[in-house]
């Protein structure tokens, strides 16, 4: 099996009451699952077996759908997991990361209300982004399971406006779920760690 689920690196119920024990059992155990299953049945016989993950997502983009929507669902839910965790969110951001946003992004007040606008606008199932492009921070959304790798940019934050990701805790308030999200439970230090990948 090329595609693995990943462990949640918390207990399902560690980020409530932001994110409930039930969304994440649904949306890890059932709705990732799912994209790791099917991946796997897709991948047997194409060219992208035995190829890394970014690879198949990369190179399946435009070329068979059916592969890149599980590939790159896998590869964007296996990051958000490690994007969120107890206890995060808030403005205290590791010093190079907070610098850039005031650079690139306008500050960081700028960032939260760009990032919220893009994932409250994103019609329908999606994303929404910070990434580096050519040494530059931006922010995005993308449709279904497409993600910036696949326009040449970097992810190093995405957060997910599937309606399965905050229907349960929010029902149709997608705005409180991105509000709660920044505020509460963004990984800064992995956002930075892969900021520093990136850079
Ligand atoms: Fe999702």
């Known amino acids: 099996m090329t595609f693995t689920l990943p462990d949640l690196p918390y207990a399902h119920d560690a980020l409530q009451p932001y994110m409930s024990k039930e969304t994440l059992e649904y949306h890890h155990d059932k709705h990732h699952q799912a994209y790791v299953t099917n991946g ?3 991948l047997k016989g194409t060219e992208f077996e035995g190829k890394s993950l970014e690879d198949i997502v990369k190179g399946s983009f435009g070329k068979n759908q059916g592969l890149f929507n599980n590939a790159a669902q896998h590869y964007n839910h296996t990051l958000f997991w490690k994007w969120m965790k107890p206890n995060g969110g808030g403005s205290k951001l590791p010093g190079k990361l907070a610098k850039k946003i005031d650079e690139d992004l306008g500050g960081f007040e700028k960032f939260k209300a760009d990032f919220a606008a ?21 922010v995005s959304k993308t449709p279904n399971g497409e993600n910036p790798l696949v326009h040449g940019a970097s992810p190093i934050l995405g957060v997910d406006v599937w309606e399965h990701s905050y229907y349960i805790d929010y029902r149709n308030r997608r705005p409180d779920y991105l509000k709660a999200f920044v505020d509460h439970l963004v990984n800064w230090e992995y956002v930075e760690e892969l900021f520093s990948k990136a850079s």
């Open 40 to 42: 796997n049945n897709l």
């Open 118 to 138: 893009a994932g409250a606008g994103q019609f329908g199932s999606g994303w929404a982004w910070l990434s580096v492009k050519n040494g530059k921070l931006e």
